[in-house]
């Protein structure tokens, strides 16, 4: 593939890969193709050894290597006391260039507070106008506003967290323990440990947002729809 200079052309409706830095991800199985691949400062080492070419650094390049900043494509570098979080501003550079949607590509190695802060940016209002979803370590998730169909293995494990507030008209097919119309609270445990009855499963949100976190065993391609 040929990214020198491929950040500077607009991706308006194309696809982002955001890596975050941390520990290398691990059991990340095959990544989705993507119009623009991000590296969140040290992810750009990340993105390296996960064979990804990074269009893009960003971040105040703390804990990134200087080989790794120097393969990117391109590098924006910020204060080190800056506001936002490195995840915060690759997200608005995938945003800034034009992306619908977003795959984030993170681990839960490494400082608790790191791999916390990342889930919860990313269910932000903040990117509504985004379709995100992450690859953590060897397990899926999306964040859901409207509707997501989730294509697994029978028995896999299937969580739904409210993020930011109660989520109402919560109703899921598929799952061992169906929801209907059902309201989920941040911090309580309707929608944890649920499992795949059946290969797909539907999850429905009429407001509010959820994290759908699955395992990934034997995870297959995954579609939704606005």
């Keep these: 593939m040929d990214y020198p200079g491929r950040q500077d052309r607009p991706v308006t409706g194309g696809h982002a890969l955001v890596v975050t830095g941390g520990p290398l ?22 993105a390296a050894d996960l064979g990804l070419a990074v269009d893009l650094v960003v971040g105040d390049l703390d804990s990134a290597s200087s080989s790794a900043v120097a393969r990117a494509g ?10 936002e979080t490195d995840l915060e501003l690759a997200l608005g550079a995938a945003v800034a260039a034009g992306t619908r949607s977003v795959t984030v ?13 990342n889930l919860l940016v990313a269910a932000s209002e903040r990117w509504s106008n985004l379709r995100i979803d992450l690859r953590i370590d060897g397990a899926r998730a999306w964040v859901v506003r409207d509707h997501v169909e989730v294509v697994a293995q029978v028995g896999d494990l299937v969580s739904l967290l409210a ?21 989920v609270e941040p911090g309580v445990g309707l929608g944890l440990s649920n499992r795949m009855a059946a290969s797909r499963a539907e999850v429905v949100v009429d407001d509010g947002t959820l994290l759908v976190i699955v395992d990934r065993t034997g995870l297959e391609p995954v579609t939704s729809r606005v």
Excluded: C, F, M, Y
Excluded at 74 to 83: G, L, Y
Excluded at 105 to 117: I, K, M
């Design 163 to 183: 993020v930011g507030g109660r989520a109402t008209g919560v109703t899921t097919t598929g799952l061992a323990w169906p929801l209907a119309d059902a309201e």
């Design 74 to 83: 391109k590098v924006e570098r910020h204060p080190e006391d800056k506001d």
């Design 25 to 46: 991800p691990t059991n990340q199985g095959p990544l989705p193709s993507a119009d623009l691949v991000i590296a969140a400062d040290g992810g750009a080492d990340n």
């Design 105 to 117: 590509v993170g681990t839960l190695g490494g400082r608790v507070d790191h791999a916390l802060a």
